[in-house]
């Protein structure tokens, strides 16, 4: 199948079991109308693709301000006189049958931003606790190998590596340029942490310690009551749920845990010891090969994500147990790299060092600072077409209804 039709095919089966009203509402002023959604994945895909690259105008230029991420505030969304499920439809398919044939950077960027904007929907559809689940073809669930709790490390030996994505391949602006730095001993988690492990940190009193939370963390956490995980709750028998994609669950203790703001997964950490890791080390425990001196395109090699591997493409609807993948691990035997959660790292979203923008400033460069802290290595929802250990998503510390997790670091 033509991979910009499976991807619609896929966008289409995430809303399909949903309600109309479901749809078009907004459930929350941190996520938009699904409807919304839908429209400007139309939007973008005729800007880029039928009017830039194909030359055509625009079929619906009073669109335009409305479904520019940028004009629209998520905040706005609901209030505005967004076109309903059925109109957002028909406007998909109308730009889709425009649109040019090709294979060039801009069709695999209007790809990948339909596919980016899937996980964006599976967080609403998540936060919001729409049902019923989306329609996906489901993976065979992998079984807990056991032995893991995301506390257990591995040592990544000093030395350079070069960092960032190849010149041969499709990448964000962000992920370049491709450079060489020098990275010091250090460890890191073999797998991320595990809900087990992070539920200690909550029954012994992690979210009171005072001197392991930041300043703005404790103010965060004080002003809107944060005492556990988004999507955990405990019952009066003092069992813990958490709430999935097909309704409550009880807490599965092998998963690593999910819906961790930046300051919970810093504040984790420095419980433990810890810390998280920089940009630079997670990416060389992700794909330095200290004895070809090179880098790995994947974890496991050259080969891309299959099910064998990595938990993507949105099959288990939630993350697989921790370790449940040997065949992804790194050249050290770090596992879980990609896929399940993302993982916060300590650095800020800042550009490399000769940095230029492409093809617009406002996806990467109007981000950059102190103020978002980044994630790597893709989560259950992220497409195997998307997740490649040089791609850095990004957002405010205090964010947590996206699918994030926590690996710690360890000076060596």
């Not at 998963?255 to 990416?283: C, I, K, N, Y």
Request: glycine residues 8%.
């Amino acid at each position: 199948m033509d991979a910009l039709a499976e991807g619609r095919e896929r966008t289409l089966a995430l809303v399909a079991p949903l309600s109309d009203a479901d749809v078009e509402a907004q459930h929350t002023q941190i996520m938009s109308p699904l409807a919304w959604d839908l429209a400007h994945i139309a939007a973008y895909e005729e800007l880029w693709l039928v009017h830039r690259y194909g030359g055509a105008p625009l079929s619906r230029p009073e669109l335009a301000a409305m479904y520019d991420a940028f004009e629209t505030p998520r905040a706005v969304r609901g209030d505005l006189p967004l076109l309903n499920r059925e109109q957002a439809m028909e406007y998909l398919a109308d730009v889709r049958d425009r649109a040019p044939d090709g294979a060039d950077f801009i069709h695999e960027l209007v790809l990948r931003h339909e596919m980016q904007h899937g996980e964006t929907m599976l967080q609403s559809i998540e936060l919001s606790r729409l049902q019923p689940a989306p329609a996906v073809p489901r993976a065979i669930r992998p079984p807990a190998p056991g032995g893991h709790t995301g506390l257990e490390s591995i040592t990544i030996p000093g030395g350079p590596c070069e960092l960032g994505a190849r010149d041969e391949v499709f990448a964000y602006d962000n992920e370049r340029p491709r450079h060489r730095t020098d990275v010091r001993a250090f460890r890191i988690g073999r797998t991320p942490i595990t809900n087990a492990t992070y539920l200690t940190f909550v029954e012994g009193g992690g979210y009171e310690r005072r001197p392991w939370w930041r300043a703005e963390a404790w103010a965060w956490k004080e002003q809107y009551d944060i005492t556990h995980p988004e999507g955990w709750a405990c019952g009066p028998d003092g069992t813990w749920r958490r709430w999935t994609l097909d309704g409550w669950a009880p807490l599965d203790p092998d998963e690593p845990v999910v819906h961790l703001s930046w300051f919970e997964a810093d504040a984790f950490a420095r419980s433990q010891g810890a810390r998280l890791p920089t940009e630079a080390e997670w990416e060389k425990a992700a794909t330095w090969d200290q004895e070809s001196g090179s880098a790995r395109a994947y974890p496991w090699g050259d080969d891309p994500p299959d099910a064998s591997r990595a938990n993507l493409d949105h099959g288990l609807l939630g993350p697989a147990p921790a370790g449940a993948y040997p065949d992804g691990a790194s050249a050290y035997g770090v596992l879980g790299l990609l896929g399940d959660v993302w993982e916060w790292t300590a650095s800020d979203f800042r550009g490399y060092d000769g940095f230029v923008a492409h093809p617009y400033r406002e996806y990467s460069e109007v981000f950059f600072g102190s103020d978002y802290k980044v994630l790597r290595g893709g989560s259950w929802a992220t497409r195997a077409r998307v997740a490649t250990p040089t791609f850095r998503n990004w957002d405010l510390p205090q964010r947590r209804q996206i699918f994030s997790g926590v690996r710690l670091a360890w000076d060596a």
